[in-house]
């Protein structure tokens, strides 16, 4: 009895801290996460997670509203076969804020070619989530020399896309889940972007809702400069993976059609009852996905 009542005690201090350090405590969630998928915060040009070893890159790029640690959890199922490699964009996460800069996708592109190159990294596979996505594939499109393979998870870039309750909300000047003008609005942003969504601390939402209240005016420039960025042209010919969920209401699912009409090597997953970030609603399954391309992509070339 003694031992239940420790552990309600507990369970409640527990829940107090959560609430009264938010900050320490999130960082410490970051930390054990990171801890769990073998990854290393680290600082160059943009500050990045790294899975360390000496195989083959894998270069992973958030989406708009997201940081690095959208692919943390996943990041655990793709260390062992690769080094992944997750920068924070300009903009975003823990990255310099700078309102005179461009932040569009050719701008982006620049910057990550910058930091690869500041890694020594000359040739690496390449995936991205959302804008993440429309920035990879640009980057596969003007430097295809460096690209050995696309992931593409809902990725932005086709008008095709932009036919979504988000989007048409955001064009007809009723604002946007994405953008977060009041603490209260991220629980709204969270439950736009994921039909599944994880379990996710107090503490840690307490202060990603808090980054996304003092990015409000920066973002609202930089959803400016992401929709009117000319749209992906193709062909793109890097061997791609494409994965939408069924459910997403931020990115259209009709841009997975019009974005593989673009890429004659690229293949398509649907997945039903996901939303807008399939790895972190369906983890372990959306890795399998990539493994199992990646498996086909060496047998096809051996």
């Given amino acids: 009895m003694f031992f239940l009542y420790a552990l309600g005690g507990a369970a409640l201090a527990l829940a107090a801290a959560n609430r009264l350090l938010p ?29 360390g070893g000496s195989g083959e890159v894998l270069l992973l790029v ?12 996943i990041a655990r199922y793709l260390a062992p076969h690769y080094r992944v490699i997750i920068p924070d964009l300009p903009g975003f996460g823990d990255a310099r804020r700078d309102p005179s800069a461009k932040h569009d996708m050719a701008a982006q592109v620049e910057n990550l070619r910058a930091f690869m190159a500041e890694l020594g ?23 295809p020399e460096q690209v050995a393979s696309l992931w593409l998870l809902a990725p932005a870039g086709t008008e095709e896309t932009l036919e979504s309750p988000a989007f048409q909300q955001y064009l007809a000047g009723r604002g946007m889940p994405l953008l977060v003008p009041a603490p209260g609005d991220f629980e709204t942003m969270m439950a736009s972007c994921m039909a599944r969504p994880p379990f996710f601390p107090y503490a840690l939402k307490h202060v990603l809702a808090r980054r996304a209240v003092a990015d409000y005016p920066l973002h609202c420039d930089l959803m400016k400069q992401l929709v009117d960025s000319p749209h992906l042209h193709g062909p793109i010919e890097t061997p791609a ?62």
């Fill in 241 to 302: 993976l494409i994965v939408w969920g069924t459910e997403d209401r931020i990115l259209s699912p009709k841009g997975a059609p019009a974005t593989i009409a673009l890429m004659p090597n690229a293949c398509l997953i649907m997945m039903d009852g996901i939303g807008h970030l399939p790895m972190l609603e369906a983890t372990s399954r959306t890795a399998r996905d990539f493994l199992e391309f990646q498996s086909r992509a060496r047998s096809n070339r051996a």
């Fill in 23 to 51: 900050g320490p405590l999130a960082r410490a969630s970051l930390a054990l996460e990171r801890k769990r998928s073998g990854l290393t915060l680290r600082q160059a040009s943009l500050p990045y997670l790294d899975s």
């Fill in 62 to 73: 958030h989406g708009f509203a997201g940081d690095k640690d959208n692919f943390t959890r």
């Fill in 121 to 143: 990294v000359q040739r690496f596979h390449m995936g991205g989530n959302s804008m993440g996505g429309f920035i990879a594939a640009e980057y596969a499109a003007r430097y």
